[in-house]
Structures are given as C-alpha cells and as structure tokens.
C-alpha cells in the first residue's frame, strides 16, 4: 500500500507541474495518443502519426525517438557508445497522461493535448511544443523554453557564450580569418546546453540547423534535411555530473601522448628540413623548451598548388626524412605531418587512387572531380572500407619511419559538392561525421598496427563523439587580431562542454601579416592555460619565439617555461578528462550555478579546479576586472596577494603576465623546468600547498604512467600520488598516500620537494613520521620548503608553530 500511494503521489504531484507548464505554451493538438506498452529495453507510445521510442542508458541519461508513420526505426548512432544500463522505472497511466518514474529523469505524456515533458529532482527540464513535424525541406524537432534560459552549444561559434536569439547552421565549414565573431566554424554539433542543467544531443548525421529562440517564441528546434528524429536528454545535479553524464554517452578522450602537452614549433610551413632543423637547433639555443615540430604541406610538394595528395616525402627538400626524424627524436622532438583527404588530378598519387577505387562517386560510378583552391580533385571516400585500408596505409608506412603524430587538414571537408556521392549517403547526409569517420580510421589504425602508441590527432573538424578517437580539435584559420584572441576562450570553454575538450587556438593568430609583438605575447600568456600549447601562423611574420624581437622572445620564454612548469597538473587535468569526462577549460558557473550573471562569461576562467585565469584580450589595457568565485578565497599565482570570493577586483595589468589566480587550499603538483617533456621524471616534482588558514581540509592528486602506452589506467599501469592536508590550531598535518594498478609497478616517486606558500612564520619544527626534517624557509615571500623521500606508501608530515 505505501508503495501505492507513494507512486499515485509522485503521479499526482507530476500531473499538477504538468497542469500548470501547459500555461502559455502550445502543444500538439493533432497528435493522438493511441497506447503506451514496454518493448524489449524500449517504452513505445503508440500516436496517430508515428510511434515514440522512449529508454534510458542511465538515470540521468534517456532517449527518445519519433518513428514517422510508414518509417522504420534506424538504430544506428555515429555518437553514441554506451550500452543501456539496467534501469529501474515504473509507468503509470491515467485517463489525462502517462508517467514514466525512474530514479533520475522522469517522463509525463499528456494524452489530450499530446505532449511529452521531462523531469529531474521534481524541476521541469523542458517539453516538447509540436515535436516532430514537417517544414519544406526540413524535417523539424520543437521544444518549449522559458523566457530566462540561457541556451549554449551548437560546436565551435563566436557568438557570446549565450548563443540565444541566432539560428545556428549545422554544416562544418571554414571561416578564414575569422575575429571577434563567427557564426559558423569547422565543429558544428547539433548539442544544446541550457543554463536549467541539462544537455540534449540530437543524434543525427545530416546537415541541417538549430534555432535557438531565433523568433523570440520561446521555441527551440532542431532542424535536419534527414535521417533519424533522435535525441538524448542529459541531466545532473552538477556542471561537472552533466558533462560527464554527456562524455559517458558518446565516450571519453583517451590520454594523449605527455609530449602532446608541451609546446609545439608550427607554421605554415617549414620548405625543408634544413629549415625545420635550424629551427628546432634555434630553440635549443634559447632554451626555450619545445616537444613537436609540424611539417605543412611542403613536405610532398615544392608549391601549394597542383601537389596535394602526393602524401610522400620530396626527397630534395627533405632528403633521408627517416633519419631527419630520427635525430629529431632524439632531441626529444616529435615530428608531425599534416594530411588532407584531397587528392588532386595533378598529384603523383591520382592514377594509383583510381585504380584503387578509394575516391567518392559521381551519379555514374566514376570518381566525382571538381575544382577548389588548391587544384581540380577528387576526395577520399572516407566511409569505404577499401579506401580506409588504402588510405591507412600511407599513414601506417610513414607512422613506422617515426613519424609521432598527424594533422588532419580541409576536413569539413573544405569543399564538398552535393552531387558527390560517398557509399553511405550523399553528401549533405555525410558531411558532418566525415572528420570523425577520418579520425576514427586514424585511431582504429593504431590500435591494430601500433598497439603500444598513443595516436596525436590534430583534427580541423569532427562531431558528437569525436573525443573518443583521441582528435584533437583546434579553432581554425582565425586572424591575427585582437578580435581573433577575444574569441578564443569562449570556444574552447563551449567544446570543452560538448565533449571536446581539447579544443585551442592557433597562439599568436594565423591569418595576415599582422606583426603585433603584444598581441603575440598575450596570446601566448593566455596559451599556458588552454589544452594545447602551439603557436602557428603564415610565415610572413613568424609564429615561433625563436624568431621574435628579444624582449618578446623573452616574455615567450617565459609563457613556455610556465606551461613546463604546470606539466603535472595540466596531465593530471588529461587524466581526470579521461576518466572523467572533465573539461580542462571550465566556465565560472560551475563554480556558481545559480549565478545568472556567470553564464555570459567568458573572459574569465578556471584551468582545472584550482587556477582562475582572465587572460588580456585588449590591446594596451593597464587594468582588468575580475570576478573571484563565492567558493573559495583566491592568491594571486605570482604576488601571493589574497583575494576574497565572491567580489568583483580590479586588477592592474603586468607585461610579464596575465591575472593568474589559485584556489585557497589547493595543493597543486608541478616541476622543475625540462627542455623537453621527454626529459621529465618524477625526480622534478614539486608539490605546491597554497596554505589558508581559513581551509581546514584540502585533497589534491597527481597521476603518473609512462606518457606513451595506450590504456595505462585501464590496464592498471599507473601511481597516483593522493595529497591530503588538515589545519589544526598549531599544527598543519599533510599526508601523501601512493596508490599504484593492478601491475603493481615499483614506484618512480621516490623523492620530492612540498612547497608551502603563505607560511605565517618560521615553524618550530617539521617532522617526517617520527623524523625531523631540515627545511629552508624565505621570511619575505612566506614560502617554506620541505625536502621529501617518499620511501613508503604513506608519509606524513607535521609541521609544528
């Protein structure tokens, strides 16, 4: 009886939020509810026009699908990997509506008007308004928002991270020297994030649009010329717990190579390798730290024009290239090719390509060519499987001279004609996964001849899902421009959201000759805290440190050593990402969710949990404002100056950095200074404690493998070093606790340095167990440091005032 009256309750209070959501807004009144029975791991509700599918992969996480009448269900998704788990749920159904309970998001279907809405934690997430319908060309979902939603999403777009009130095109395009706005760029995700914490993902290939309250109804609409009417709905009680819930779905980043965090030398392009050597030789002279090297499109051919596609090394220009990679390597500098699917009638590859039968088609069976800027081509049918083999072929050889990692270039693709047919669809029904089908093959290809191999990706575009191939996303072809590094923030911060978290800039700007040695600088300062630390640029005006004037080459070096410095915990953030789902770059409403005014920011930042960054996006600014999250209390990362949470500062402006904050109580992993990544070891580790006696309790973490084996965490080949501190009235006891895998490898952390900042004083003693410890402490800078051996699984220190 309980049990009863406790489901009738739920029903009842359910109908009522029901009752009341339907005021002001329109349902479907020809749409008639026919029956609602359980079918295999599916709810089916039948309707007069068509049926909907209803199941859930996890509490928070359920889908649903709109079968037109006369149309068979397509069960295939490009995006998503989960299997269903089993979920508990119960339906109920009266004379007025259904009621689908779970444990997580709850469903009520009003019968007459028919109308679906969703449930979390008893709050209305949204409702369906016509759902599915026809519209010319489009075949359209509609759903119901309030008049406050702040909408996000919708891929990598320059709009202002409230992207309500524009009609979003969901076809993957370049935007060259794109600045401060861009309505469409290279990721066109059809994924919507609301401020009312939850995600919807509509998982459909074909191109079409989302119309984000463009009319100002209160409507959102996902439109689409075809394929599935499917969607996942995503919600959490945290930021954190819906971002998850979306990476759990449609799969998780695997961890890059360590060198792939490091700092890249990149332009467009190196002619040869004399010029690549003497540019890696010029950075070594500097001491300026770099782990990569890309090679552009001069690497198979002397022009731009009539050689793409040739996918080999020009022997003259890049004479014995195994050997240059070689002894790139052992400088501890990986090499990089960039590839493109494009292969010209002009290139040496062409006849070989046709023979093969790899290229796309025309409406007759022959290989469809057009022209574009780079010459008359054809395309690489990415979806084939005979042209996968081929195409993986050139990468494997090329991957077993040495090469470390791959730059996929004009994959929207760049040019796409509609007529072109691939063996999965037409153009415009492929288009957007064609980037993600790429890097699949890429990842897929690894797994199968290099096992051993972490993939680096470098990818101009992909889709819903694309994270789990390892593609690393960057923003495109945007100017050199203050406007162009405006922008760039809110990019990364909105992928970061919708699973690609590993989207960045192109640091300094790519596009026009624009020479701004403060601009450059800026953007490097602001690169230390974004996922991948690679300045490129046309060549006209350098995009490596090494060629700028000495004083910007100085403030470089500064940047690129920092971002050396944060190696731990940036590959802490790699780990946590990975298992996780969690975005490096995260807005300030995950801090403050029910903070309206921080859903419009973007300027400002947090790197991780424990950095709050607002990198200088003006030109000649002497102050900035900034706004401290309520959470925490705040030190400035170089001064120590403490700022309190939750007010608003005006910070003045340094040449040598950017506001740069971290969190009070945070114990944050970093190192000594290495030329290359490939140099790290454990023995440069330095625990940083960011004392506030305000913080009783802190945790921190950093994770340890080999930075180059796939799957370490999985296959139980790691260490973790687990901090822990506690404030007491005189006496602070911090514990470090190992924890290795399944494999048990001994432990590579065996000795290290704990930094503790804003001591108030000299302390009387510092006791390793029972042991005294000799300690070094700077009465001006209030630093105290604690030489450690780390012998046992667990050591404790108490440090006695």
Not at 283 to 289: A, L
Not at 420 to 439: D, F, K, P, R, S
Not at 532 to 555: C, D, G, I, M, N
């Amino acid at each position: 009886m309980a049990a009863d009256f406790k489901e009738v309750s739920k029903m009842t209070f359910l109908s009522i939020l029901l009752l009341l959501s339907f005021q002001g807004f329109a349902q479907n009144p020809e749409r008639q509810f026919l029956a609602v029975h359980r079918a295999d791991e599916n709810i089916e509700i039948r309707t007069s026009d068509g049926n909907y599918l209803i199941r859930f992969f996890t509490p928070e996480i359920i889908e649903t699908s709109f079968i037109p009448a006369g149309e068979a269900f397509d069960p295939a998704s490009h995006a998503v990997v989960l299997q269903p788990l089993v979920v508990n749920y119960s339906i109920s159904e009266d004379k007025t509506s259904v009621v689908i309970d779970s444990d997580g998001v709850d469903v009520v279907v009003s019968k007459m008007p028919f109308q679906v809405t969703y449930f979390y934690d008893g709050e209305k997430l949204i409702s369906e308004k016509t759902g599915f319908s026809r519209e010319g060309k489009y075949e359209k979902l509609d759903f119901n928002i309030s008049e406050s939603e702040v909408l996000m999403g919708g891929g990598a777009r320059a709009l202002g991270m409230n992207r309500r009130g524009n009609r979003l095109e969901l076809y993957n395009r370049a935007h060259y020297g794109y600045g401060s706005k861009s309505e469409l760029l290279n990721y066109s995700l059809p994924v919507v994030i609301s401020s009312e914490k939850f995600l919807i993902h509509f998982d459909n290939a074909p191109i079409g649009y989302l119309d984000l309250d463009s009319e100002h109804n209160n409507t959102l609409t996902y439109g689409t010329i075809g394929g599935r009417k499917t969607y996942q709905l995503i919600a959490g009680r945290t930021w954190e717990a819906i971002v998850g819930n979306y990476t759990l779905l449609t799969g998780r980043q695997p961890m890059p190579p360590k060198w792939a965090l490091g700092n890249f030398s990149s332009r467009f392009g190196y002619h040869s390798r004399e010029e690549v050597e003497n540019t890696i030789d010029k950075f070594r002279e500097e001491e300026i730290p770099v782990d990569a090297v890309i090679i552009d499109l001069y690497w198979f051919g002397h022009e731009i024009m009539g050689t793409m596609g040739n996918l080999e090394f020009v022997r003259d220009s890049f004479p014995k290239p195994k050997e240059m990679i070689q002894n790139l390597k052992k400088e501890g500098v990986q090499t990089i090719l960039v590839t493109e699917p494009f292969i010209l009638t002009s290139s040496n590859r062409w006849q070989e390509a046709v023979y093969e039968n790899v290229l796309a088609k025309d409406s007759i069976g022959n290989p469809f060519t057009f022209d574009f800027y780079f010459g008359n081509t054809g395309l690489v049918d990415i979806f084939d499987a005979q042209a996968q083999n081929w195409f993986w072929n050139i990468y494997s050889d090329l991957t077993k001279m040495g090469v470390g990692g791959w730059w996929g270039d004009l994959g929207e693709p760049e040019v796409h004609p509609e007529g072109l047919l691939h063996v999965t669809g037409t153009a415009n029904e492929v288009h957007n996964i064609y980037g993600h089908y790429w890097a699949k093959m890429i990842y897929e290809g690894y797994l199968e001849d290099f096992p051993e191999q972490r993939p680096f990706i470098l990818m101009r575009a992909g889709a819903a899902g694309s994270q789990r191939f390892g593609l690393i996303p960057w923003s495109g072809d945007v100017s050199r421009s203050w406007g162009g590094l405006k922008a760039q923030p809110e990019i990364s911060l909105q992928m970061g959201m919708q699973g690609l978290a590993y989207m960045h800039s192109d640091l300094g700007g790519f596009a026009g000759d624009h020479l701004n040695d403060e601009l450059y600088v800026r953007w490097l300062q602001y690169g230390v805290f974004q996922p991948v630390f690679r300045p490129h640029a046309q060549e006209a005006v350098p995009s490596e440190p090494v060629y700028r004037e000495a004083r910007t080459k100085q403030l470089s070096k500064q940047a690129v050593e920092l971002r050396y410095k944060l190696f731990p915990y940036n590959y802490t953030l790699a780990f946590k990402n990975s298992t996780e789902g969690l975005p490096l770059m995260r807005p300030l409403f995950f801090e403050e969710p029910d903070n309206f005014k921080l859903y419009s920011v973007a300027g400002t930042y947090l790197w991780g949990k424990d950095f709050l960054i607002a990198p200088v996006l003006q030109e000649n600014a002497v102050q900035q404002e900034v706004y401290f999250p309520k959470t925490s209390n705040w030190y400035d990362f170089y001064s120590g100056e403490k700022y309190l949470g939750g007010n608003n500062v005006s910070i003045d402006l340094k040449e040598e950095s950017i506001p740069t904050f971290v969190r009070a109580g945070a114990i944050i992993p970093m190192a000594k200074p290495v030329q290359s990544l490939q140099n790290f070891s454990t023995e440069d580790l330095e625990i940083h404690y960011y004392l506030d006696l305000e913080v009783k309790n802190s945790k921190g973490l950093y994770y340890h493998d080999d930075g180059e084996t796939p799957d370490t965490f999985q296959k139980g080949d790691f260490e973790l070093l687990i901090f822990e501190s506690h404030l007491e009235k005189n006496e602070i006891t911090f514990k470090m606790r190992k924890e290795r895998g399944r494999s048990k490898r001994n432990s590579e952390i065996t000795a290290i340095e704990l930094i503790v900042h804003h001591m108030p004083k000299a302390p009387k003693r510092v006791r390793s167990g029972e042991n005294s410890v000799a300690v070094q402490f700077d009465e001006k800078s209030k630093k105290l440091t604690i030489p450690l051996k780390l012998i046992d699984d667990l050591t404790t220190i108490k440090i006695t005032n």
